[in-house]
């Protein structure tokens, strides 16, 4: 089945790098996204890698896919406080119904200042 | 680009009242539209996928007769939750797709918080 996992929480000081690390199951996952939710509101795609690339970058986003032990992470550069928010990976499955997500639980991420 | 908008964004009203939900693509078509319901500190949960002109398709465990979906248009569906209870205050968010390929990916709307007295 679909699993999809991330650790709960995350406080880095402002300034540094912020990594927040997502493990899925599904190895005929297509894309792996990366979204953004501030309190209160919906969610807001950062950005997202297709399954047969190993990097994608940014501008202070990069994320990291190693496909065979099917991690995927999200680094931050220059982390600032307006970047504390919860953030959730997610997989993708395609079939006639369109693009399924599967959602790992979400990473909060405290930025201090 | 790729901007959805949800309303309304908070709902109060007594038990019993059916309680509309909009959402609908601004800048895109959208094929296939995604609703799901999100408890407090919990992730997403899907609750039906819908595609424009056609009936919605439910994920296990959601009632299609408590919570009706339409989507009549690329650009509009609706989630209507019919008599609703307590139990279904919750915080309601929709997704749009822009189209019926793997690269798609989904576009949310800001979310409607639905608190039933």
């Known amino acids: 089945g679909e699993d999809v996992e991330q650790s709960l929480f995350l406080s880095v000081r402002e300034g540094d790098s912020s990594v927040i690390n997502c493990t899925y199951t599904d190895s005929s996952s297509t894309y792996l996204y990366w979204y953004k939710q501030e309190p209160g509101a919906g969610l807001q795609l950062l950005t997202y890698i297709f399954s047969n690339m190993d990097m994608k970058q940014d501008q202070r986003l990069t994320v990291l896919l190693n496909k065979k032990d099917k991690h995927l992470s999200l680094r931050i550069a220059d982390t600032q406080t307006g970047d504390s928010a919860i953030y959730f990976c997610?997989?993708?499955?395609?079939?006639?119904?369109?693009?399924?997500?599967?959602f790992g639980g979400g990473t909060r991420l405290m930025v201090k200042p | 680009g790729a901007v959805v908008s949800q309303h309304p964004s908070r709902v109060i009203c007594k038990s019993g009242t059916s309680v509309k939900i909009e959402c609908r693509s601004l800048d895109f078509q959208a094929t296939t539209m995604f609703w799901y319901r999100q408890f407090p500190k919990q992730s997403l949960m899907l609750m039906a996928t819908s595609n424009e002109g056609s009936k919605a398709t439910y994920e296990q465990g959601v009632e299609k007769d408590k919570f009706l979906i339409n989507h009549a248009s690329l650009t509009l569906s609706t989630l209507t939750v019919t008599s609703a209870h307590p139990e279904d205050s919750s915080f309601y968010i929709c997704s749009a797709s822009g189209g019926l390929r793997p690269n798609q990916p989904q576009h949310f709307g800001d979310g409607t918080r639905l608190s039933i007295l």
């Open positions: 997610a997989e993708s499955l395609f079939n006639n119904a369109g693009n399924m997500l599967t």
